[in-house]
T-cell receptor, first 110, second 112 residues
Framework: SQQGEEDPQALSIQEGENATMNCSYK?????LQWYRQNSGRGLVHLIL?????REKHSGRLRVTLDTSKKSSSLLITASRAADTASYFC??????????FGAGTTVTVRA | SQTIHQWPATLVQPVGSPLSLECTVE??????LYWYRQAAGRGLQLLFY??????ISSEVPQNLSASRPQDRQFILSSKKLLLSDSGFYLC???????????FGPGTRLTVL
């Protein structure tokens, strides 16, 4: 079943701007992960944040997690054309499996 | 370093024909393995996962099956394909207790 839901479904920004997308989920989790998928390709793991963490950074990526609201956000700073992709959140609920949302499609305009 | 392979990359099959998609992982041992399907413009649907040789858990009842004949080999099969089986099939692995799943390049299946 699909637990994570991303918002917005699609996002179009100018190169150099920041992109923010959100993920909401329903049940308790062990960790939450964000992935990127370029068109027609496999998913690439970006970052994992554990349930006892509130914020995590990796390069131009910043992820927050609010377990009380069951939500997470992914911020991409200083976006580039190469950031054009679909972004998915996935929740790990202690049972070997990930539940993926439907994704946010990000288009970065040059 | 670890790598994951999937083949074929694309496949066009008639309705009612059999299917066999293969996934292999290199550079790790005893991985957890996963098969997902992605419909166009949608998220991933988990089909099967395996935590060891011969151990398969099915998430969605359907005409697909999976097998794990070797530690680093995961096969997705069907005896008779349906039109609704069309989609993008992704294999992934993770190490037990590891951080994140690592995906193969995918197989695009079109059933006509």
């Amino acid at each position: 079943s699909q637990q994570g839901e991303e918002d917005p479904q699609a996002l179009s920004i100018q190169e150099g701007e920041n992109a923010t997308m959100n993920c909401s989920y329903k049940t308790s989790i062990n960790n939450l992960q964000w992935y990127r998928q370029n068109s027609g390709r496999g998913l690439v793991h970006l970052i994992l944040i554990r349930s006892n963490e509130r914020e995590k950074h990796s390069g131009r990526l910043r992820v927050t997690l609010d377990t009380s609201k069951k939500s997470s956000s992914l911020l991409i700073t200083a976006s580039r054309a190469a950031d054009t992709a679909s972004y998915f959140c996935a929740t790990d609920a202690h049972d070997y499996k990930l539940s993926f949302g439907a994704g946010t499609t990000v288009t970065v305009r040059a | 370093s670890q790598t994951i392979h999937q083949w074929p990359a694309t496949l066009v099959q008639p309705v009612g024909s059999p299917l066999s998609l293969e996934c292999t992982v290199e550079g790790t041992s005893n991985p957890n393995l996963y098969w997902y399907r992605q419909a166009a413009g949608r998220g991933l649907q988990l089909l099967f996962y395996s935590v060891g040789i011969g151990q398969i858990s099915s998430e969605v009842p359907q005409n697909l099956s999976a097998s794990r004949p070797q530690d680093r080999q995961f096969i997705l099969s069907s005896k008779k394909l349906l039109l609704s089986d069309s989609g993008f099939y992704l294999c992934a692995w993770t190490s037990p207790g590891g951080d994140g799943q690592y995906f193969g390049p995918g197989t695009r299946l079109t059933v006509l």
